[in-house]
């Protein structure tokens, strides 16, 4: 790796700070919200439902990233950092800079998504094919 380590774990733990700051941010602002007391039209309950939702989700993808992170600097800590988990090749530091969590190069990466969205979509086939099937038998 040529950028120096210490760049690179201030850096993260940039990055974590931020991401606990946000994530404080959301418990705080999910807290404020009345619990259980309808108000207002159905619209106005299913705009507050759908809005706590997003904020959970948005939760959770700020937990997944606070993951990663710690990770990344774990992988600092042993050396490992920068190295590609799949082809285990050096990571460019383009990317660190972009993504400092990283754990795969770009073509890695690329690789597996693909993998996923193939097996994401072969089980979503299967699922219809067994709901086809379910409805033949009925009839």
């Excluded at 050396?79 to 972009?98: A, H, N, S, V």
């Amino acid at each position: 790796m040529t950028e120096k380590p210490e760049e690179m774990k201030a850096m993260l733990l940039k990055m974590k700070e931020e991401t606990l700051k946000e994530i404080n941010k959301t418990v705080k602002s999910g807290s404020d919200a009345p619990i259980n007391e309808p108000s207002g039209d159905i619209y106005d309950q299913a705009s507050s439902e759908r809005d706590r939702e997003l904020g959970l989700l948005l939760g959770d993808r700020e937990r997944e990233k606070l993951r990663n992170i710690d990770e990344a600097l774990l992988r600092l800590e042993e050396g490992e950092y920068g190295i590609c988990e799949e082809c285990e090749e050096e990571i460019p530091m383009g990317r660190l800079k972009i993504v400092p969590f990283a754990r795969h190069c770009v073509k890695c990466k690329a690789d597996l998504e693909k993998q996923q969205a193939q097996t994401k979509r072969f089980e979503e086939d299967r699922a219809y094919r067994e709901i086809a099937l379910g409805e033949e038998e009925e009839g």
